[in-house]
């Protein structure tokens, strides 16, 4: 089993930036991906950003160019730099461990708490 612990969610004015972290713990042997996802108020969750082992990330379209996915695999902790951030934007993050696939689909099977981002002047 993996725990996850999210930190970092706030609220940041329209084109601001924040980053958030996602530490992992415990049978962190048994994933090999982790990712973020969102789920803005009244909206399904909705996958951001995920990013495997040997370091391949994906984007959702909405994201490209403005997020970033990283990881420090010292520190079991993933990233996620959100940078000119907009009002649709606004959701709580959540984090994700799992498997992925040869066939590119994932499993995720551990989620953190979620940290609530919101963007607004």
């Known amino acids: 089993q993996v725990q996850l612990v999210e930190s970092g969610g706030g609220l940041v004015q329209p084109g601001g930036s924040l980053r958030l972290s996602c530490a992992a713990s415990?049978?962190?042997?048994?994933?090999?991906?982790m990712g973020w996802y969102h789920r803005a108020p009244g909206k399904q969750r909705e996958l951001v950003a995920t990013?495997?082992?040997?370091?391949?990330?994906r984007y959702a379209d909405s994201v490209k160019g403005r997020f970033t996915i990283s990881r420090d695999n010292a520190k079991s902790t993933v990233y996620l730099q959100m940078n000119s951030l907009k009002p649709e934007d606004t959701a709580v993050y959540y984090c994700?461990?799992?498997?992925?696939?040869?066939?590119?689909?994932?499993?995720?099977?551990?989620w953190g708490q979620g940290t609530q981002v919101t963007v607004s002047s």
């Open positions: 990013i495997t082992n040997s370091g391949r990330t």
């Open positions: 415990g049978s962190i042997g048994d994933i090999n991906v």
């Open positions: 994700a461990a799992g498997r992925t696939y040869a066939s590119g689909s994932y499993n995720f099977n551990s």
